[in-house]
């Protein structure tokens, strides 16, 4: 069965960095889809992170996080990472990767997702 399962989730300071990951498994053609982060605060509709295309050659991002967030991607590891710096306590969230199964970022419905990781910025 064809899965994303995120890691890297956990309790930061104000001001901290975290780094998340995303594995494609169960036989998923990882290096053939963009992969994208959402995230979810609790009642707060989800939101999207940030998107990376297959090769890695072209990223978006959500306002917020400009500047402080990167996505990145090791197809060889099939494995997406989402680098987040200078975090504040309103990135508190359960953050998913998903993926529609297009080679290019979009903004159409996603087909498959991960099960999330929980992100807390607290001091």
């Known amino acids: 069965q064809v899965q994303l399962v995120e890691s890297g989730g956990g309790l930061v300071k104000p001001g901290g960095s975290l780094r998340l990951s995303c594995l494609g498994a169960g036989g998923l053609l990882f290096e053939a889809y963009a992969i994208h982060w959402f995230r979810q605060a609790p009642g707060k509709e989800r939101e999207g992170v940030a998107c990376?295309?297959?090769?890695?050659?072209?990223?978006s991002y959500g306002d917020s996080m400009k500047g402080r967030f990167t996505i990145s991607r090791d197809n060889a590891k099939n494995t997406a990472y989402l680098q987040m710096n200078s975090l504040k306590p309103e990135d508190t969230a359960t953050y998913y990767c998903?993926?529609?199964?297009?080679?290019?970022?979009?903004?159409?419905?996603?087909?498959?997702w991960g099960e999330g990781t929980l992100v807390t910025v607290s001091s």
């Open positions: 998903a993926t529609d199964l297009l080679d290019y970022c979009t903004n159409g419905p996603m087909d498959l």
């Open positions: 990376i295309s297959m090769s890695g050659d072209a990223t």
